[in-house]
Protein backbone atom coordinates (compact mmCIF):
# COMPACT_ATOMS: atom_id res chain seq x y z
CA UNK A 1 0.00 0.00 0.00
CA UNK A 2 1.15 3.27 -0.90
CA UNK A 3 1.63 5.82 2.17
CA UNK A 4 -1.38 8.16 1.12
CA UNK A 5 -1.69 9.48 4.67
CA UNK A 6 -4.92 8.41 6.91
CA UNK A 7 -6.83 5.47 5.20
CA UNK A 8 -10.71 5.79 4.33
CA UNK A 9 -13.55 3.07 4.48
CA UNK A 10 -13.17 2.42 0.93
CA UNK A 11 -9.40 1.69 1.68
CA UNK A 12 -11.14 -0.75 4.08
CA UNK A 13 -13.68 -2.73 2.31
CA UNK A 14 -11.28 -2.87 -0.62
CA UNK A 15 -8.26 -4.67 0.91
CA UNK A 16 -7.36 -3.51 4.58
CA UNK A 17 -10.67 -6.01 5.88
CA UNK A 18 -9.36 -8.71 3.77
CA UNK A 19 -5.46 -8.77 4.55
CA UNK A 20 -6.66 -9.03 8.28
CA UNK A 21 -8.45 -12.19 7.41
CA UNK A 22 -5.47 -13.16 5.03
CA UNK A 23 -3.25 -13.29 8.15
CA UNK A 24 -5.07 -16.09 9.57
CA UNK A 25 -4.26 -18.18 6.67
CA UNK A 26 -1.64 -16.93 5.11
CA UNK A 27 1.91 -16.04 6.05
CA UNK A 28 1.50 -12.42 4.67
CA UNK A 29 3.86 -9.38 3.77
CA UNK A 30 2.57 -6.39 3.67
CA UNK A 31 4.48 -3.57 2.86
CA UNK A 32 4.28 0.21 2.88
CA UNK A 33 5.59 1.32 -0.07
CA UNK A 34 7.41 4.47 -0.34
CA UNK A 35 9.58 4.37 -3.60
CA UNK A 36 6.36 3.82 -4.96
CA UNK A 37 5.00 6.55 -3.92
CA UNK A 38 7.63 8.68 -5.56
CA UNK A 39 7.31 7.15 -9.00
CA UNK A 40 4.26 9.64 -8.62
CA UNK A 41 5.52 12.34 -6.18
CA UNK A 42 9.00 12.86 -7.00
CA UNK A 43 8.70 16.37 -6.81
CA UNK A 44 7.65 16.79 -2.89
CA UNK A 45 8.08 13.69 -0.45
CA UNK A 46 8.11 16.10 2.26
CA UNK A 47 5.13 14.23 3.58
CA UNK A 48 6.13 11.20 3.42
CA UNK A 49 7.05 10.27 6.84
CA UNK A 50 4.04 11.32 7.71
CA UNK A 51 1.69 9.41 5.83
CA UNK A 52 3.47 6.11 6.19
CA UNK A 53 2.89 6.53 9.78
CA UNK A 54 -0.73 6.99 9.73
CA UNK A 55 -1.34 4.05 7.32
CA UNK A 56 0.61 1.91 9.83
CA UNK A 57 -1.59 3.55 12.70
CA UNK A 58 -4.25 2.61 10.26
CA UNK A 59 -3.04 -0.92 9.86
CA UNK A 60 -2.65 -1.68 13.43
CA UNK A 61 -6.18 -0.36 14.23
CA UNK A 62 -8.14 -2.42 11.25
CA UNK A 63 -6.57 -5.17 12.95
CA UNK A 64 -3.46 -6.15 11.40
CA UNK A 65 -1.15 -8.18 14.10
CA UNK A 66 2.12 -8.39 13.85
CA UNK A 67 2.26 -11.35 15.74
CA UNK A 68 0.64 -12.52 12.76
CA UNK A 69 1.99 -11.03 9.86
CA UNK A 70 5.10 -9.08 8.64
CA UNK A 71 4.55 -5.51 8.19
CA UNK A 72 7.23 -3.44 6.87
CA UNK A 73 8.58 -0.43 5.03
CA UNK A 74 9.93 -1.31 1.22
CA UNK A 75 12.60 0.97 1.22
CA UNK A 76 14.14 -0.72 4.74
CA UNK A 77 14.87 -3.56 2.53
CA UNK A 78 17.01 -2.45 -0.35
CA UNK A 79 17.23 -5.98 -1.96
CA UNK A 80 14.31 -4.73 -3.33
CA UNK A 81 16.00 -2.63 -5.45
CA UNK A 82 18.87 -4.95 -6.66
CA UNK A 83 16.17 -6.84 -7.76
CA UNK A 84 14.09 -4.29 -9.28
CA UNK A 85 17.66 -3.41 -11.46
CA UNK A 86 18.10 -6.77 -12.79
CA UNK A 87 14.48 -7.23 -13.73
CA UNK A 88 14.95 -4.42 -15.68
CA UNK A 89 17.75 -5.98 -17.53
CA UNK A 90 15.63 -8.14 -19.12
CA UNK A 91 11.80 -6.71 -19.27
CA UNK A 92 11.33 -5.31 -22.67
CA UNK A 93 10.10 -1.89 -22.98
CA UNK A 94 6.72 -3.08 -24.76
CA UNK A 95 5.59 -5.08 -21.86
CA UNK A 96 5.99 -2.04 -19.60
CA UNK A 97 3.71 0.57 -22.30
CA UNK A 98 1.00 -1.60 -22.80
CA UNK A 99 0.63 -2.07 -18.47
CA UNK A 100 -3.39 -0.14 -19.23
CA UNK A 101 -2.47 1.87 -16.16
CA UNK A 102 0.48 3.35 -17.20
CA UNK A 103 -1.31 4.95 -20.23
CA UNK A 104 -4.46 5.67 -18.44
CA UNK A 105 -2.66 7.48 -15.41
CA UNK A 106 -1.08 9.20 -18.01
CA UNK A 107 -3.70 10.51 -19.45
CA UNK A 108 -5.54 11.24 -16.23
CA UNK A 109 -3.00 12.79 -14.48
CA UNK A 110 -2.04 16.25 -15.62
CA UNK A 111 -0.53 18.38 -12.81
CA UNK A 112 2.59 16.04 -12.26
CA UNK A 113 4.97 14.93 -15.29
CA UNK A 114 5.05 10.92 -15.21
CA UNK A 115 7.51 10.97 -17.92
CA UNK A 116 9.76 9.54 -16.10
CA UNK A 117 11.87 6.46 -16.12
CA UNK A 118 10.67 5.18 -12.52
CA UNK A 119 6.89 5.55 -13.42
CA UNK A 120 7.34 3.58 -16.81
CA UNK A 121 9.19 1.25 -14.70
CA UNK A 122 7.19 1.18 -11.14
CA UNK A 123 5.35 -2.47 -12.66
CA UNK A 124 9.10 -4.07 -12.73
CA UNK A 125 9.50 -2.70 -8.77
CA UNK A 126 5.85 -3.83 -8.40
CA UNK A 127 7.40 -7.60 -9.86
CA UNK A 128 10.87 -7.35 -7.41
CA UNK A 129 8.20 -6.69 -4.46
CA UNK A 130 6.50 -9.52 -5.22
CA UNK A 131 9.05 -11.91 -6.33
CA UNK A 132 11.17 -11.52 -4.01
CA UNK A 133 9.09 -13.38 -1.45
CA UNK A 134 8.60 -15.74 -4.25
CA UNK A 135 4.51 -15.38 -3.32
CA UNK A 136 2.20 -17.53 -4.44
CA UNK A 137 -0.92 -15.28 -4.28
CA UNK A 138 -0.96 -11.68 -4.52
CA UNK A 139 -4.48 -9.98 -3.11
CA UNK A 140 -5.34 -7.51 -5.67
CA UNK A 141 -8.44 -5.60 -7.07
CA UNK A 142 -9.44 -5.75 -10.49
CA UNK A 143 -7.19 -2.84 -11.56
CA UNK A 144 -4.18 -4.46 -10.29
CA UNK A 145 -4.75 -7.65 -12.32
CA UNK A 146 -2.20 -6.85 -15.04
CA UNK A 147 0.39 -5.87 -12.59
CA UNK A 148 0.07 -9.53 -11.89
CA UNK A 149 0.47 -11.08 -15.27
CA UNK A 150 3.49 -8.89 -15.71
CA UNK A 151 5.15 -10.20 -12.68
CA UNK A 152 4.10 -14.00 -14.13
CA UNK A 153 5.89 -12.96 -17.48
CA UNK A 154 8.97 -11.60 -15.50
CA UNK A 155 9.25 -14.64 -13.63
CA UNK A 156 8.95 -16.81 -16.23
CA UNK A 157 11.65 -14.83 -18.87
CA UNK A 158 14.20 -14.92 -15.67
CA UNK A 159 14.00 -18.63 -15.64
CA UNK A 160 14.31 -19.06 -18.58
CA UNK A 161 17.27 -16.84 -18.69
CA UNK A 162 19.11 -18.41 -15.68
CA UNK A 163 18.94 -22.05 -13.85
CA UNK A 164 17.95 -21.87 -10.43
CA UNK A 165 20.01 -25.29 -9.91
CA UNK A 166 18.83 -29.03 -10.00
CA UNK A 167 17.63 -31.75 -7.96
CA UNK A 168 17.57 -34.95 -8.76
CA UNK A 169 18.22 -34.24 -12.67
CA UNK A 170 15.12 -31.81 -12.67
CA UNK A 171 15.51 -28.12 -13.37
CA UNK A 172 14.93 -26.09 -10.54
CA UNK A 173 13.12 -22.61 -11.22
CA UNK A 174 14.07 -19.74 -8.58
CA UNK A 175 10.89 -17.87 -8.96
CA UNK A 176 7.45 -19.37 -8.62
CA UNK A 177 4.87 -17.78 -10.84
CA UNK A 178 2.24 -15.69 -8.34
CA UNK A 179 -1.68 -15.65 -8.86
CA UNK A 180 -4.10 -12.62 -8.27
CA UNK A 181 -6.04 -13.53 -5.47
CA UNK A 182 -9.51 -11.44 -6.67
CA UNK A 183 -10.39 -9.59 -3.55
CA UNK A 184 -14.03 -8.62 -3.80
CA UNK A 185 -14.84 -5.16 -3.42
CA UNK A 186 -17.70 -3.80 -3.40
CA UNK A 187 -17.92 -0.58 -4.54
CA UNK A 188 -17.98 2.10 -1.82
CA UNK A 189 -20.00 5.75 -2.37
CA UNK A 190 -18.22 8.54 -0.81
CA UNK A 191 -20.82 11.67 0.00
CA UNK A 192 -21.18 12.49 -2.99
CA UNK A 193 -22.25 9.29 -3.80
CA UNK A 194 -18.83 8.94 -6.73
CA UNK A 195 -16.51 6.38 -5.90
CA UNK A 196 -15.10 7.21 -1.81
CA UNK A 197 -11.59 8.67 -2.78
CA UNK A 198 -9.44 11.05 -0.87
CA UNK A 199 -9.18 13.45 -4.10
CA UNK A 200 -12.54 13.71 -4.13
CA UNK A 201 -12.99 14.70 -0.95
CA UNK A 202 -15.52 13.02 0.03
CA UNK A 203 -14.37 9.98 2.14
CA UNK A 204 -14.84 8.88 5.50
CA UNK A 205 -11.90 8.40 7.29
CA UNK A 206 -10.97 5.73 9.73
CA UNK A 207 -10.05 8.11 12.50
CA UNK A 208 -12.89 10.40 11.74
CA UNK A 209 -14.67 11.15 15.54
CA UNK A 210 -18.46 9.98 16.06
CA UNK A 211 -19.83 13.79 15.26
CA UNK A 212 -17.64 14.09 12.45
CA UNK A 213 -19.09 11.00 10.75
CA UNK A 214 -22.83 11.98 11.38
CA UNK A 215 -22.08 15.34 9.83
CA UNK A 216 -20.37 13.48 6.85
CA UNK A 217 -23.68 11.37 6.46
CA UNK A 218 -25.74 14.18 6.87
CA UNK A 219 -24.63 16.21 3.64
CA UNK A 220 -24.70 12.52 1.74
CA UNK A 221 -26.64 12.89 -1.24
CA UNK A 222 -29.66 10.08 -1.21
CA UNK A 223 -31.77 9.27 -4.05
CA UNK A 224 -32.63 12.21 -6.27
CA UNK A 225 -36.15 11.40 -6.86
CA UNK A 226 -37.28 11.77 -2.93
CA UNK A 227 -36.86 15.22 -3.06
CA UNK A 228 -40.02 15.48 -0.65
CA UNK A 229 -40.71 13.58 2.97
CA UNK A 230 -43.60 12.39 1.18
CA UNK A 231 -42.26 10.65 -1.96
CA UNK A 232 -41.12 7.14 -1.87
CA UNK A 233 -37.61 6.29 -2.86
CA UNK A 234 -35.21 3.48 -3.87
CA UNK A 235 -32.43 2.67 -1.89
CA UNK A 236 -30.68 0.65 -4.81
CA UNK A 237 -29.73 3.88 -6.43
CA UNK A 238 -29.12 5.79 -3.34
CA UNK A 239 -25.65 5.98 -2.33
CA UNK A 240 -27.13 5.85 1.55
CA UNK A 241 -28.60 2.50 0.70
CA UNK A 242 -24.98 1.27 -0.74
CA UNK A 243 -23.86 1.92 2.53
CA UNK A 244 -25.84 0.65 4.43
CA UNK A 245 -25.52 -3.09 1.88
CA UNK A 246 -21.96 -3.09 2.72
CA UNK A 247 -22.31 -2.46 6.91
CA UNK A 248 -25.73 -2.55 8.15
CA UNK A 249 -27.40 -6.07 9.33
CA UNK A 250 -30.36 -7.77 7.78
CA UNK A 251 -32.71 -6.39 10.46
CA UNK A 252 -31.69 -2.60 9.13
CA UNK A 253 -31.52 -3.18 5.86
CA UNK A 254 -35.18 -4.70 5.89
CA UNK A 255 -35.84 -1.59 7.56
CA UNK A 256 -34.44 0.92 5.09
CA UNK A 257 -35.97 -1.24 2.11
CA UNK A 258 -39.37 -0.65 3.85
CA UNK A 259 -39.32 2.29 5.21
CA UNK A 260 -37.60 4.10 2.05
CA UNK A 261 -40.06 2.62 -0.37
CA UNK A 262 -43.41 3.09 1.54
CA UNK A 263 -41.78 6.83 2.48
CA UNK A 264 -42.39 6.11 5.52
CA UNK A 265 -39.18 7.04 7.43
CA UNK A 266 -36.88 10.10 5.73
CA UNK A 267 -34.01 10.57 4.46
CA UNK A 268 -32.32 12.01 8.06
CA UNK A 269 -33.28 8.91 10.09
CA UNK A 270 -31.86 6.73 7.55
CA UNK A 271 -28.27 8.28 7.48
CA UNK A 272 -28.11 8.30 11.21
CA UNK A 273 -28.74 4.41 10.97
CA UNK A 274 -25.89 4.15 8.69
CA UNK A 275 -23.76 6.21 10.66
CA UNK A 276 -25.00 4.30 14.06
CA UNK A 277 -23.77 1.09 12.03
CA UNK A 278 -20.28 3.09 11.14
CA UNK A 279 -19.61 4.69 14.76
CA UNK A 280 -19.69 0.70 15.74
CA UNK A 281 -17.30 -0.56 13.25
CA UNK A 282 -15.00 2.79 13.98
CA UNK A 283 -14.83 2.52 17.32
CA UNK A 284 -13.08 -0.01 18.48
CA UNK A 285 -10.57 0.49 15.40
CA UNK A 286 -9.92 4.16 16.82
CA UNK A 287 -9.35 2.48 20.28
CA UNK A 288 -6.84 0.52 19.00
CA UNK A 289 -5.38 2.96 17.46
CA UNK A 290 -5.19 5.24 20.29
CA UNK A 291 -2.57 3.11 22.05
CA UNK A 292 -0.13 3.39 19.32
CA UNK A 293 -0.75 7.13 18.80
CA UNK A 294 0.00 7.66 22.71
CA UNK A 295 3.42 6.06 21.81
CA UNK A 296 4.18 6.07 18.36
CA UNK A 297 7.55 4.06 19.06
CA UNK A 298 5.66 1.05 19.62
CA UNK A 299 4.27 1.14 15.82
CA UNK A 300 8.04 2.20 14.76
CA UNK A 301 8.81 -0.73 16.53
CA UNK A 302 6.66 -3.08 15.29
CA UNK A 303 8.00 -1.75 11.05
CA UNK A 304 11.61 -2.32 12.24
CA UNK A 305 11.15 -5.48 13.89
CA UNK A 306 9.38 -6.37 9.86
CA UNK A 307 11.66 -4.57 8.04
CA UNK A 308 14.32 -7.03 10.02
CA UNK A 309 12.41 -10.21 9.20
CA UNK A 310 12.06 -9.35 5.62
CA UNK A 311 15.07 -8.57 4.90
CA UNK A 312 16.14 -12.30 5.49
CA UNK A 313 13.57 -13.84 3.25
CA UNK A 314 14.51 -10.83 0.77
CA UNK A 315 18.21 -11.57 1.11
CA UNK A 316 18.21 -15.34 1.00
CA UNK A 317 15.82 -15.09 -2.37
CA UNK A 318 18.84 -12.48 -3.66
CA UNK A 319 21.81 -15.11 -2.50
CA UNK A 320 19.59 -17.24 -5.26
CA UNK A 321 19.18 -14.60 -8.12
CA UNK A 322 22.66 -13.62 -7.73
CA UNK A 323 23.91 -17.17 -8.14
CA UNK A 324 21.59 -18.16 -11.02
CA UNK A 325 22.45 -15.18 -12.92
CA UNK A 326 26.79 -15.56 -12.22
CA UNK A 327 27.02 -12.89 -9.67
CA UNK A 328 27.79 -14.49 -6.92
CA UNK A 329 31.99 -13.96 -7.35
CA UNK A 330 33.60 -15.43 -4.92
CA UNK A 331 37.15 -14.26 -3.73
CA UNK A 332 39.75 -14.16 -7.01
CA UNK A 333 42.07 -16.95 -6.46
CA UNK A 334 45.53 -16.22 -5.63
CA UNK A 335 43.63 -13.17 -3.47
CA UNK A 336 44.14 -12.26 -0.08
CA UNK A 337 40.66 -11.45 0.62
S1 LIG B 1 -34.50 6.77 2.86
FE1 LIG B 1 -32.39 6.08 2.88
S2 LIG B 1 -32.16 4.76 1.10
FE2 LIG B 1 -34.06 5.93 0.84
S3 LIG B 1 -33.44 7.70 -0.39
FE3 LIG B 1 -33.35 8.33 1.77
S4 LIG B 1 -31.26 7.94 2.34
FE4 LIG B 1 -31.60 6.82 0.47
Redesign the pocket.
Known amino acids: MRPTGKLHLGNYVGALENWVRMQEQYDCFFFIADWHALTTDYADPSHLKENLVDVLLDWLAAGLDPAKCVMFIQSHVPVHAELHLLFSMITPVGWLERVPSYKEQKENIKEKDLNTYGFLGYPVLQSADILIYKADVVPVGEDQVAHVELTREIARRFNGFYIGGFNDKKREYVFPEPAALLTPAPRLPGTDGRKMSKSYGNAVLLTDPEPVVRQKLKTMV??PA?IRRSDP???DI?P??DL?KIFSSKDTMAK?YE??RSAG???IE??SWAADTLVKILNPMQERRKKYEDNPRLAWDILEAGSARAREVAGATMDEVRSAMGLDYGPVKGSTK
Do not use: A, F, L, S
Open positions: TDRGNPCVGHVGCIGCCK
